[in-house]
């Protein structure tokens, strides 16, 4: 894992973990981000349900598996594990196109290796087809349609999502 992260240090790309002085920019870069990529793809009763607080909140719960990439003055974005799912990975308009992603899932792909996970999984808001594109090119394979519970406030939403599995090399 160590190399890992030094080959990201090589292109300039720093992956660490969260910090609570971090949660409030990357709730920005995900309530972003998450409207960016999903409130035309998605049904109308969920976007309103993403306010911003909302990200604060589910962030500080998932706090203890958020890696950040980026320094704590300028971050490029993050990703959160929950068990063998890369549960969310997010990155600022800026840092797209860059290699930062491609890092970022390189990470928790490591991370989820090493805690002895065989095969990691990922959900996709069906017609995000730029993020789908990005996932297969970095070896994810899309196995199905699946209905997701995500978290809104108050509750939950049924969303059906694109799942994608990757086998780890463990």
Not at 55 to 76: E, K, N, Q, T
Not at 134 to 146: A, D, L, M, N, P
Not at 159 to 165: Q, T
Request: glycine residues 8%; hydrophobic residues 45%.
């Amino acid at each position: 894992m160590a190399a890992l992260q030094n080959e990201f240090a090589l292109i300039g790309i720093n992956i660490r973990p969260a910090t609570l002085a971090d949660i409030s920019q990357l709730a920005e870069i995900w309530h972003g981000g998450w409207h960016d990529a999903h409130s035309r793809i998605v049904p109308s009763e969920l976007v309103l349900l993403r306010a911003r607080e909302s990200f604060d909140i589910r962030l500080r719960a998932a706090f203890a598996s958020v890696r950040v990439a980026g320094r704590v003055d300028a971050i490029l974005g993050f990703y959160a594990l929950k068990g063998e799912e890369v549960h969310q990975l997010f990155v600022s308009t800026s840092a797209r196109g860059t290699g930062v992603a491609a890092a970022l899932i390189a990470d928790a792909e490591t991370r989820l290796s090493h805690s002895g996970a065989n095969i990691a999984w990922l959900t996709c808001a069906i017609g995000n087809d730029r993020a789908a594109r990005f996932y297969e090119k970095c070896g994810w394979i899309r196995t199905g349609i699946v209905t997701e519970h995500v978290e809104v406030p108050g509750g939950t939403f049924a969303l059906n999502v694109w799942r994608y599995e990757k086998r780890l090399n463990c």
